[in-house]
């Protein structure tokens, strides 16, 4: 079990910025694939962004927003720059042996951008 506490949603206003954070326990993160998930109202889950050696990002929010690790805290994060109101949503942390990463999930944290 890798227990996933994600922090740092919130509401922001179009064309502002948030950086979520994500710690994990149990096993270190460096072993594993991290990344984030989204799911918005009335829609399936969906992949946003994940790190091992090399990081990999949707097309939607490539060039917007940045995923990075520090494993000496075994966390993640990702900075959100210029959002949009189309990432509103719940966004969750995972991770797992394979990309991407499934294995293990946080609870969410809320991310809403008004417009």
């Known amino acids: 079990q890798v227990p996933l506490v994600e922090s740092g949603g919130g509401l922001v206003q179009a064309g502002g910025s948030l950086r979520l954070s994500c710690a994990a326990s149990g096993r270190t993160s460096s072993d594993y694939y991290m990344g984030w998930f989204r799911r918005a109202p009335g829609k399936e889950r969906e992949f946003v962004a994940a790190i091992r050696l090399n990081k990999y990002y949707a097309s939607s929010v490539e060039g917007r927003f940045t995923i990075s690790r520090d494993n000496t805290k075994n966390t993640v994060y990702l900075q959100m720059n210029i959002l949009k109101p189309e990432d509103t949503a719940v966004y969750y942390c995972?991770?797992?042996?394979?990309?991407?990463?499934?294995?293990?999930w946080g609870q969410g944290t809320q991310v809403t951008v008004s417009s």
């Open positions: 995972a991770s797992g042996s394979t990309y991407p990463p499934r294995e293990y």
